[in-house]
Nanobody
Framework: QLQLVESGGGLVQPGGSLRLSCAAS????????IGWFRQAPGKEREGISC????????DLLDSVKGRFTSSRDNAKNTVYLQMNNLKPEDTAVYYC???????????????????WGKGTLVTVSS
């Protein structure tokens, strides 16, 4: 079965850190740009970052710049999102998605993604 699975979410206090993982099964992530997205209750989905097949990362969201970093380990077929100094407004369901060309991630064309994970919930609260 071809799928992406996110993990690593949970409850964390403000100022804390989490590392999310996005693991692929049934296909290799090597040639995909991987995007990280989030959706808070009652809000639209927003793009966080895109990491290319070569590891170059583009930040999409000003509010997380300097706090969130994406990386990838193609040998493990996994992409990561390191989140530091978390704030209550970071509370959301976090998703990863695989973009075969890279442009869909950068432009927010969600229908252009080949695969989406089901998401992992991050709750930032004291």
């Amino acid at each position: 079965q071809l799928q992406l699975v996110e993990s690593g979410g949970g409850l964390v206090q403000p100022g804390g850190s989490l590392r999310l993982s996005c693991a692929a099964s049934g296909f290799t992530l090597d040639y995909y740009t991987i995007g990280w997205f989030r959706q808070a209750p009652g809000k639209e989905r927003e793009g966080i970052s895109c990491i290319s097949s070569s590891g170059g990362s583009t930040d999409l969201l000003d509010s997380v710049k300097g706090r969130f970093t994406s990386s990838r380990d193609n040998a493990k077929n996994t992409v990561y999102l390191q989140m530091n100094n978390l704030k209550p407004e970071d509370t959301a369901v976090y998703y990863c998605a695989a973009d075969p060309y890279g442009s869909s991630c950068l432009t927010g064309y969600y229908n252009g993604m080949d695969y989406w994970g089901k998401g992992t919930l991050v709750t930032v609260s004291s």
